[in-house]
């Protein structure tokens, strides 16, 4: 819990404005994507902690960080990185580097949803890492009642390496939820929550069900910092694997 | 058949005609809706968010160096868009009430950070987003603006030469406003027009008053030194909260009417800011309009749109139209003026201003003398939520001791990077942000007061002036408290112009001057 507070500290003493908590993006501090990219000519870093418990095994730290530009109207690129560390052997691992591209398709437009898909390429940097892995992600953003919102995330990943017992291409599905908190006297707080069904890479296993629930609070004009915990909460075959993942991030446009 | 059509546009036109005489006070309005252009850009039909960055830049946020400035600024991202999400969600009846509460409410204790306007008004945005566009994107620019004159360390020249910039960044996306002056009375002269001010009154001066502040800002922050900034807005904070957002105008405040000084030297800034407010009025109007269908409103808004970008009017000059008056292309402007367009009554030069009847804005607003021209400005009186331009020191003095409450006077002085702010109290005591302030004042002929009603930042400064005008040779330097105790009254020059409103064409005072 120290260590979260010092990154946290850190991140917020160092880096200048930008961003808006209505605006999602995956683990910032949960998995989905709303259907709008950053703006043309934002450059945007989000950055953040995550800690994975497990039941039978000590727990991991990641930092992940990213960094976007909107290079034209509704697309954005970025390239991410995400270091973990692992008590139960000790050693940090690299991990892969992550290339992203994301293409919103259109805005909501009367009971039309929003549209936008993104790809992500993760390159083999990691320890033990094998193949380019690839992501292909369909999203699409309804408003439902007043202000609240639903994302609707698609998702089929595939590996360029044959792994034995581990599938080479998988898929998930994630339904997020936000509602904006404190309206209408209130305009910086975004409650999110999400219901994802993930297929296992782990041929003994099958799909994984997670949920999760966490808050967006602009803190400065452009800069938001999100806090996000998910667990697993039913496997249709085997056992979950993590217990509880917590995220603490920093977002920052510029 | 043809005689029933022509029949039924007949009573439609009449309908049209009394549904405008509502509010008793309606300027004359076309019976005919405006029909869609042929040459409608693209871009309104694109789906695309279109979301745009403001410039990266070093002064971005540097309005948060006068807190409460800025959240006053943040709070009036509120209003239009909680209006608009109750004009088309049904809850029309409740502008006046529920939705005004909420929107004074924000509006008194403004949220510390930006709102996002689209986030408040999601069912307006899906029906209009293109419209969101253009007022995004019109909105940076005011914050950016404000922005570089707010950011220390640079230079006056440099903080023009960026603001030059700002508006060529600005003006390059397809959603510019023009900055071409625009003919007022046209811009509101349709079956529509002044539906929403006059159905909706308490709102509509929300709106007004927080237009106010969009514009009266400039002044109080051009070629003003950053640290003498914020103790202005201490008294014009104050007249926002207390009586701008509650004022009943007869017409949106225009940005050269609060903010003359910046609106000489950016005109088409400051037009750009008036066709953006006569936009949101426009939408206000199409949206109150409960003749219209769905389908009309979607089409009069993009008309409406149409008629403000800087697209449609590419090729035309400021000043040109005179052979089209009152039409889409006429962009003449005040001699005197070249940052607005002609409003209702507007004889070249000469006015009706909300508040202060009819003023000439070649002369001084004081004494009635012609302004000088060139650079050498003389000074502004800020009083009572209005703007003028004075000659010289003594007639802004002299004119901020008859008006009640608290004002500001900022004057020239010897160094032209030094600009001198004086702030009355409430008893008119004056305090200046030159401490070492020195006053000339020879009393003689008025028209030639400018050359002996001057500041100077030092006796020094004071002296030097002094050996170069010989004439002046017998003046003793007046302290503040010396120069503040004087008060020659209104000059004999002063000449009031008399004229009815042309917004109330019934019998009136003509405002308070």
Not at chain 1, 64 to 88: H, L, M, R, V
Not at chain 2, 377 to 403: I, K, N, Q, S, Y
């Amino acid at each position: 819990m120290r260590l979260i507070s010092v990154i946290a500290t850190g991140l917020l003493a160092s880096v200048v404005l930008a961003v808006d908590h209505n605006n999602v993006d995956s683990g910032r501090p949960l998995r989905f994507d709303d259907a709008y990219s950053i703006a043309y000519r934002e450059r945007a870093f989000e950055t953040g902690f995550t800690l994975d418990t497990f039941r039978r095994s000590s727990p991991k730290y990641g930092l992940k960080t990213e960094y976007k530009y909107g290079f034209a109207k509704n697309q954005d690129i970025g390239i991410g990185f995400e270091p973990s560390y692992s008590t139960s052997n000790r050693r940090g691992d690299f991990g892969n580097v992550e290339l992203s591209y994301f293409n919103g398709l259109r805005r909501e437009i009367d009971d039309q949803p929003a549209l936008a898909y993104r790809l992500d390429v993760g390159l083999p940097t990691g320890t033990g890492s094998k193949g380019v892995e690839v992501r292909a992600r369909g999203i699409l953003t309804k408003t439902v009642g007043q202000y609240d919102k639903i994302h609707l995330n698609l998702d089929v990943m595939t590996s360029t390496a044959r792994i034995m017992d581990e599938r080479q291409t998988t898929a998930g599905i994630t339904v997020g939820y936000t509602k904006p908190l404190g309206y209408p006297t209130q305009f910086d707080r975004t409650l999110v929550a999400q219901f994802s069904m993930e297929q296992s890479r782990d041929r003994s296993r099958d799909w994984v069900g997670s949920v999760g629930l966490g808050i967006r609070q602009q803190v400065g004009v452009r800069s938001v910092l999100d806090f996000g915990i998910e667990s697993d909460v039913f496997e249709t075959k085997g056992r979950a694997k993590s217990s509880v993942r917590f995220a603490i991030g920093y977002s920052v446009g510029f | 058949m043809r005689n029933t059509l022509l029949l039924f546009v007949a009573l439609t036109s009449v309908t049209m005609a009394v549904a405008q005489d509502h509010g008793g006070h309606q300027p004359t309005r076309s019976g005919t809706l405006p029909t869609m252009p042929s040459d409608l850009p693209r871009w309104i039909s694109s789906p695309g968010a279109d979301h745009l960055f403001y410039k990266a830049a070093p002064y971005n946020w540097a309005i948060e160096r006068i807190p409460p400035f800025a959240q006053d600024m943040y709070g009036t991202g509120v209003g239009h868009a909680m209006a608009y999400e109750a004009l088309v969600t049904g809850r029309k009846a409740q502008l006046e009430t529920k939705v005004f509460e909420t929107i004074d409410r924000v509006l008194q204790k403004p949220p510390r950070i930006p709102v996002d306007e689209a986030a408040l008004s999601p069912t307006f945005v899906r029906k209009y987003g293109y419209l969101e566009k253009v007022f995004d994107w019109a909105h940076i620019l005011h914050f950016q603006t404000i922005d570089v004159l707010t950011h220390p360390g640079w230079s006056d020249a440099q903080k023009e030469a960026e603001i030059e910039r700002l508006w060529s960044f600005y003006s390059a996306q397809p959603y510019a406003i023009t900055g071409l002056p625009m003919n007022m009375e046209y811009l509101d002269s349709f079956p529509f027009s002044g539906r929403f001010r006059s159905n909706y009154p308490k709102v509509n001066g929300l709106f007004w008053g927080y237009h106010w502040l969009q514009t009266v800002n400039y002044d109080m922050l051009f070629r003003v030194p950053v640290q003498d900034q914020a103790a202005q807005y201490s008294v014009l904070g104050s007249q926002y909260r207390t009586t701008e957002l509650y004022r009943m105008r007869d017409f949106m405040p225009m940005t050269a009417e609060m903010s003359p000084r910046f609106s000489k030297r950016f005109p088409m800034i400051a037009n750009a800011f008036d066709n953006l407010h006569m936009l949101h009025d426009n939408v206000n109007d199409i949206l109150a309009a409960e003749e219209l269908t769905e389908k009309q409103r979607q089409e009069q808004v993009k008309i409406a749109i149409y008629r403000v970008l800087s697209s449609t009017h590419k090729g035309h000059e400021p000043g040109s139209g005179e052979d089209v008056p009152g039409s889409l292309h006429d962009h003449r402007h005040p001699t005197s003026t070249p940052g607005m367009g002609f409003m209702k009554g507007m004889e070249d030069d000469v006015m009706y201003m909300s508040g202060m009847g009819w003023m000439d804005m070649s002369v001084c607003a004081h004494c009635s003398i012609p302004l000088p021209d060139g650079p050498m400005w003389g000074a502004t009186v800020t009083a009572d939520g209005w703007t003028m331009l004075v000659r010289c020191l003594m007639c802004a003095r002299d004119m901020a001791a008859e008006t009640p409450g608290r004002a500001i006077i900022r004057a020239a002085t010897e160094d032209p990077s030094r600009i001198l702010v004086l702030i009355s109290d409430e008893e008119g005591i004056l305090t200046s942000n030159i401490p070492g302030v020195v006053f000339l004042e020879e009393f003689g002929e008025h028209p030639e007061c400018s050359a002996w009603s001057r500041a100077f930042t030092s006796k020094s400064a004071f002296d030097q002036f002094v050996r170069e005008n010989p004439d002046l040779a017998q003046s003793k330097p007046l302290s503040l408290d010396a120069w503040a105790q004087i008060n020659r009254g209104t000059p004999d020059t002063y000449r009031k112009i008399d004229r009815p409103n042309p917004y109330r064409p019934e019998p009136t005072t003509g405002g308070s001057r």
